[in-house]
């Protein structure tokens, strides 16, 4: 008997380091911008942390001037994916899509996402993601849309991840194979006395009861950018992308948000204590020359290891 206990223990501990090691290990970040191009210093990043899976933004599903779905801002691949580096295409679908008859955009999405790999000669990919801030209005719609594209991608050997919002963990989740859970974002950045839009760990906890029986696996997602906004009078004009982004006339005032680390493992902290396994899989919301200067190289390990 004490055989057997002995071997159930060895059996235990085996399971919960390799859990533990796939938490260590598997570390990645969002590619967010028209034109992949990974500099030295973006290179750098991604060894020094075994960062190992990118997910790159392909195109934006949107309305255009005749309110037809199209896509948008699609990225030109300037670069080779880096030696090592799993490309998760992820795409953005604008929600007011979602209110129109979308029967034929999976079948669309996934044509497109398959070309530009082969356009690309890009290897290896497993799964692609679908980015939405669908509501309860377009949760029918989107969640149709989304099983038939699992049913597409799962024919073609493929996985089909979804992102959470926080305020979509009360509601049911979406068919996929997986879920993102974006941890930032949580406050209201039109509000000049709101001084952490994008991060502050009081927004995230009244959301949280709800995500240890979310009935979907999940990984977590931080973020390490910065926007500029622009008030007149204490009214929110817009986020300034650059200094000729919006008119500042005189008396206007620029302030400027992001999250600090605590912000960060204050927010993991709170996560872990809901669900550990959310962490098998930490993402960094995303991969520029000026976020992976937001803080040194020891904090960029306390983000993806935590207090393990």
Not at 45 to 70: K, M, T, W
Not at 248 to 264: A, E, F
Request: aromatic share 10%.
């Amino acid at each position: 008997m004490k055989k057997y206990l002995f071997l159930l223990f060895f059996v235990c501990m085996l399971t919960s380091c390799s859990r533990e090691k796939c938490a260590e290990s598997l570390r990645s970040m969002y590619y967010w911008q028209t034109v992949f191009h990974v500099d030295s210093a973006e290179q750098k990043f991604l060894q020094a942390h075994d960062v190992s899976r990118l997910y790159v933004r392909y195109f934006d599903v949107v309305f255009d001037e005749s309110r037809s779905i199209v896509p948008n801002a699609t990225i030109s691949f300037e670069d080779k994916v880096p030696e090592g580096v799993e490309i998760v295409p992820t795409i953005y679908i604008v929600n007011e899509c979602m209110r129109q008859n979308v029967d034929s955009l999976p079948r669309l999405i996934l044509k497109r996402i398959l070309q530009m790999n082969e356009t690309n000669d890009i290897a290896g990919v497993e799964e692609i993601q679908i980015d939405c801030d669908w509501t309860m209005q377009t949760q029918e719609r989107y969640f149709s849309f989304m099983k038939t594209l699992q049913r597409l991608c799962h024919e073609k050997g493929l996985k089909l991840s979804t992102t959470i919002r926080l305020h979509q963990l009360s509601l049911n989740a979406p068919p996929a194979d997986r879920g993102v859970l974006m941890a930032y974002n949580t406050g209201d950045v039109t509000k000049l006395d709101v001084e952490r839009p994008i991060l502050d760990v009081k927004d995230v906890r009244p959301y949280l009861h709800s995500l240890a029986g979310y009935r979907l696996e999940l990984s977590a997602a931080y973020p390490l950018f910065t926007w500029r906004v622009l008030f007149r009078g204490g009214k929110y004009v817009g986020i300034m992308h650059s200094d000729d982004d919006l008119p500042v006339l005189s008396g206007d005032t620029i302030v400027v948000r992001q999250p600090s680390l605590d912000d960060i493992l204050q927010t993991r902290n709170a996560l872990d204590e809901e669900r550990r396994d959310v962490h098998y899989e930490v993402i960094l919301y995303d991969l520029s020359d000026k976020n992976i200067q937001r803080f040194n190289s020891k904090d960029y390990e306390k983000i993806f290891v935590g207090n393990k």
